[in-house]
């Protein structure tokens, strides 16, 4: 039997939405579509990967019915260069398009991909890159972007991807596929099958594209050979109109899914008088450098037809602004002229906007795109008539529409609609869908053109009824019912991709996302979603480590073997769940005898070992360590003051504070700031953001100096911006929620520790960050029953960090967290209550004078925590144990962290902590290794005290970096000149 819990990194070709792709061009970008570009790692610098790629074959295949279409595209690309490639492709999907297909050439078998939780799929994907064995990804990002990405096409050879989504037709029931790759293609291949039609489909297509359609006009196949594909694909269905509202097809699991589309009865257009109108406005810092005329002109357009005598404007961002009030002469201009001023900055957080003090104003209207970075606060509707206008290219839609229906509102788009014709619309007859009930169904809301509506449904039933109740501010004026018959139902699988779309998108638009729900949804009904990524595997062992069942087509699968590799697995997680136990236990026990030992820390000791590791016999670890010297530590280290940046916070805890030198970003930036503060910082702030703002490092630095000056909420205000930025990944989220913790804004750090978390639950470092954060807002709260239960929680996740069998590159956490488990328990006895669920042998806490403590922002990344005692011994990964009795935990060599220094009885001297930065993660972008380190005095005791600092590194590999100092008790005099540092004796 295979050994299958083995440690090692899967083979895999895997797929899923990674914002790592930063070298594929945006949408702006996008003259081509798709756009092929390639990357040969292994080569010369100067070879041009994207030159050596080209498409060997390009097959389409569409399939169209009522309102519907369904896409698959099939690429494959041939390397004609002699080096390995790794070949990016992005795709361009229409609006709205939902993928619900994905597979892969493995063994000359197309392999269909698995939905996985997108952190997971991208764990094991970038472990599969680093061990540089077949890796591929895709996805669907926020911008109805599609990207891919395969590794290796080998020299010489070709490999294939394919991918299939479903789409809306145009209202007149045109269908337009915008394939326009760059230079020719070897073979394209067209299928198109209209399944109604009732004459023959009008193409429009590129030149070199000959065929015929059969003699039942149904389906049409076209093929053509070295052709340019310089126009967009496009039909007219030729089904005629369109009879009656419903649409039912079957999908593959046998159930029966439908769609209502349908005018709001009595609904139309008109310029009725009000008396005021509220403007909520968008104004985050994703909606910056965006034309928002038609928005603009349609507010003025119904300010004026409506005459409304007081107009108001909310502008929020992170945080609601004071509102605007305008009245009198040129009010609607006046309006518009504010709009048009907005400076564009800051998270968006709906709840916060729509909860801006209430309004007595009769009509209220919500421009926005729709990405809801934040949610801190729950949305609660306003209480006026709620008008939502998607304002962007690329609007979250299915947000934007659940925001309306929250206030029984409506949804307006601008795509396809004049905004003097929005205006009147909005100000016209004003009946729209107030609820729906189904019998015997499922059914979901979709967002609908002007004086529309479409819901989407699923019964397993022969017959559903449906009930639909319109209405003009909550009061009913018509209902309708609507019979759904199944029989002879065809098979059209986009139908219920459209459905399972709205299920997602129904778990997913709410203030608390289910998750779980999302990913098996999308597991059962076969789509992307923006909390699943597909995945393609190579063999069983794979599927099983990964936690899958494997597709049926896998190249060299038999079920009993599955079936029996499966159970042998299953055993040995049991197994080393057991042993787990055992070594945690055994790992404490080890752990406190540390703890009791004694150490000879005498002034002449000490001052004996200073001299011993100060003799000419020293062997440093390293011949040089660049850095950032921060004030009053001048000439300690060389280097580039771009390659360390370090900044400090305090977290107030328990009895005095301790001083770590902490320092500031010196760049540019921060030198144009720093000396200005009111209008004149705002300003400044502005040109700098508009040269530097695409980078997360820019509102961390500035936030810092903020918090630096006092000025706690304007940094945490300032630091969420990052939120918006498409660069923004795992990395910049764990740093930003760090940075809030520092800032003292736990709420928002507890926030994004959780949605964090909710998609990492495959390692043990997220949990345990949670924890901690979880402990820092209970240590603010006034009420003991309040902090009770967040006591419970950190030490319900803790008990997980310790006691789940994790792989090893994460050894070490346990005994970390079980120090973390420790000083809970004691603050959550003080409060009279004896929880706990660890057993009681691994419960005793170790108090310790001196305690630090590293994590790091970026996966498989080698830090490492050294810290020069008085006696000028270093403990590091080579030497964990001292002579005076410091202690350092288990070497971190991947993941995230952490590692901790323990020191029960501190000599007196200076303690100089280092973090060495000893390999990068070869595969982060989207900003620097961030290194979080908390230093603890006293830890354990009455009066502990807890200081962090934050250390920013960029191309450092290989040096060491001082990030801070401890002074305890009279310092020694030195006794000769110190050594290198990292010196020991040979």
Known sequence: MRKLLSGRVARIVGLFMAFMALSLPGPAALADNPVLTGNAIWADPEFDAGKALSYESVDIRVRIWRGFAETSLSFTIRNKSDEEIEANLAFSLPEGAVVNGYALDIEGAMVPGIPVEKQKAEKVFEDTVRDRVDPGFAGVERNNLFRTRIYPVPDGESRTVQFSYVSRLAPKGAYRLPLMPGGKVGTVRLTVEVMDATATPRLLLPAGLDGRWAHDTSTGQFEGRNITLDQAISVRAGQGRMKGPLSVATGTDGRHYFEI??????????????????????????????????????????????????????????????????????????????????????????????????????????????????????????????????????????????????????????????????????????????????????????????????????????????????????????????????????????????????????????????????????????????????????????????????????????????QYDLAAYQAEQAEAAADKARSVREGWQDLKAWWQQEHEVSPDFVAAERRRWSSPQMRPLSPSMPGYAPAGMEGVFEGDVEEVVVTGSLIKKRGQGFTVRPWQSDRPYIQALKDLTGRDFQSAYRRERAAHGSLPAFYFDVADMLFARGDAMGASDLAVNVLELPTAGQSTLITLAGKLLGYGDTDRAVAIYEDILAGNGFVPQPARLMALALVQKAEGLPDAAARKPLYHRALDLLHDVVMTPWQRDYDGIDMISLMDANRIVVDLKALGDDYTPFEAELMTLLDLDLRVVINWNTDATDMDLWVMEPTLERAYYGRPNTVIGGHLSNDMTDGYGPEEYLLRRAADGTYKVYVHYYAPDQLRVDGPVTVRVDFYRNFGRADEVHQSTDVELTEVQGTEIMVGEITIGDPVPEDGAAPEAGAEPQ
């Open 261 to 562: 589309r349908d005018t709001v009865p009595g609904h139309k257009s008109g310029t009725r008088r009000i008396g005021s109108l509220r403007v909520y406005w968008d104004r985050s810092l994703s909606r910056a450098g965006r034309n928002h005329r038609d928005a603009i002109a349609a507010i003025e357009q119904v300010a004026a037809l409506s005459r409304a005598k007081r107009l108001e404007l909310v502008a929020f961002s992170t945080r609601a602004d004071a509102t605007e009030t305008f009245k009198g002469l040129n009010r609607a201009g006046r309006l518009a002229d504010a709009i048009r001023a907005l400076d564009y900055d800051g998270a968006s957080d709906f709840g916060a906007g729509l909860a801006a003090e209430d309004s007595e104003a009769d009509l209220c209207i919500l421009v926005s795109d729709g990405e809801a970075s934040l949610r801190m606060v729950p949305m609660v509707p306003p209480r006026c008539d709620l008008h939502v206008i998607a304002d962007g290219a690329n609007a979250n839609l299915a947000y934007l529409h659940y925001l309306a229906r929250q206030a029984h509102g409506v949804l307006h788009s601008l795509k396809s609609i004049t905004t003097e014709r929005l205006a009147r619309t909005i100000l016209g007859r004003d009946r729209r869908l107030l609820d729906a009930n189904a019998e015997g169904a499922t059914l979901y809301s979709v967002p609908a053109p002007d004086g529309q509506f479409r819901l989407v449904g699923m019964t397993a039933e022969p017959v559903a009824k449906v009930t639909v109740r319109f209405g003009a501010a909550g009061r009913d004026t018509a209902t309708r019912s609507y019979t759904i018959g199944t029989v002879d139902a065809p098979e059209f699988e986009g139908l219920r991709s459209m459905w399972a779309a709205a299920r997602v998108a129904d778990l997913g638009q709410r203030d608390h996302m289910d998750r779980a729900a999302i990913i098996d949804a999308s597991q059962t009904y076969g789509i992307e979603t923006s909390e699943t990524s597909f995945l393609v595997l190579e063999d069983i062992e794979d599927y099983i480590v990964a936690g899958l069942t494997p597709p049926a087509n896998l190249p060299g699968f038999d079920a009993d073997d599955y």
